[in-house]
Nanobody, 125 residues
Framework: RVLLAESGVGSVQAGGSLRLSCAPS????????MGWFRQAPGKEREGVAT????????FYADSVKGRFTISQDNAKNTVYLQMNSLKPEDTAMYYC??????????????????WGQGTQVIVSS
């Protein structure tokens, strides 16, 4: 069963924008945190942004601050990642992750129990 389903436009030219969506299944409704990670070929998976469900506090990697915005629509139980001013180095597989029992540091994989299948983002120069 797919617990987290990511979607979004897969490719864009440098300087353009994309919006990714993450729709959790009812099984993980009530999650306390939801985040986006990414992994480029040959590189480690890194935390991009996280939002705390109650209150909407956000965290961002330094590399995306000012360009990316994470948000949530509680009515739809959906989390979004708006990506502006995209750069070729943003090219990666993007994964949505959720946690119902917060623990650890926001940008570490071990802090999340539920993961999506990932969606490919390609930014061309």
């Amino acid at each position: 069963r797919v617990l987290l389903a990511e979607s979004g436009v897969g490719s864009v030219q440098a300087g353009g924008s994309l919006r990714l969506s993450c729709a959790p299944s009812a099984y993980i409704y009530g999650h306390k945190c939801m985040g986006w990670f990414r992994q480029a070929p040959g590189k480690e998976r890194e935390g991009v942004a996280t939002i705390v469900s109650d209150g909407g506090k956000t965290f961002y990697a330094d590399s995306v601050k000012g360009r990316f915005t994470i948000s949530q629509d509680n009515a739809k139980n959906t989390v979004y990642l708006q990506m502006n001013s995209l750069k070729p180095e943003d090219t990666a597989m993007y994964y949505c992750a959720a946690e119902k029992s917060p623990r650890g540091i926001w940008n570490t994989e071990g802090a999340y129990s539920y993961w999506g299948q990932g969606t490919q983002v390609i930014v061309s120069s």
